[in-house]
């Protein structure tokens, strides 16, 4: 799950390492929380989310 609390997220991306996206969606409606279902490969991986005040987070996400 991939969980925001300082707002609420209008749309999401998955990048790979070399910056390739895997992974894109955007919200009707925003939301807090997402479960990624997709299945990944053993790597690095980054989120970014747009959230719903116009800014935008990125996290580093580690699959092993």
Do not use: H
Not at 30 to 45: A, Q, R
Request: hydrophobic share 40%; proline share 3%.
């Amino acid at each position: 799950y991939f969980t925001v609390s300082s707002g609420s997220m209008k749309s999401i991306a998955v990048f790979d390492i070399t910056g390739k996206v895997l992974l894109q969606k955007n919200f009707s409606s925003p939301i807090n929380e997402i479960k990624i279902t997709e299945e990944l490969p053993s790597g690095c991986y980054f989120i970014r989310a747009e959230l719903s005040t116009g800014k935008s987070i990125t996290v580093k996400l580690i699959v092993i």
